[in-house]
């Protein structure tokens, strides 16, 4: 039995969210209540992106390792306003709503320094 028509069956279930991951549309988190008694558990839903690129440190890529909140809200701030950016980080904070970025900057701050 060849496992070609599964493998194809599963791109092709999945492929519609791997796209929607790294979409520039902005998820519908506007009615969330992320005031400062945040939910963590959509703080941490939200911040599950970052986990894939940003690990432990001496990765490939900058770890986010004893950051502080105001430190990770502004340099996600910055990538979501900069017009021009054309990198991952930026498409993916445009789909951030500035009430998300805090959420996701509080959660990550609170999470890597325990």
């Known amino acids: 039995m060849s496992r070609q028509p599964a493998a194809l ?18 998820a519908d988190t506007a009615n969330a209540d992320l005031t400062s008694a945040t939910d963590i558990s959509t703080a941490a839903v939200l911040s599950l992106a970052c986990s894939g690129c940003h690990g432990p440190t001496n990765g490939a890529i900058t770890s986010l390792d004893g950051r502080s909140a105001a430190e990770l809200r502004g340099a996600l701030l910055r990538y979501r306003s900069d017009e021009d950016g054309e990198s991952v980080m930026h498409r993916m904070m445009r789909g951030y709503s ?17």
Not at 11 to 24: D, R, Y
Request: glycine residues 2%; hydrophobic residues 45%; charged residues 20%.
């Open 9 to 26: 069956t599963m791109i092709a279930l999945l492929t519609p969210f791997l796209f929607g991951a790294c979409s520039s549309t902005r």
């Open 98 to 114: 500035e009430p998300d970025i805090d959420a996701i900057s509080a959660y990550l701050a609170e999470d890597l320094t325990e």
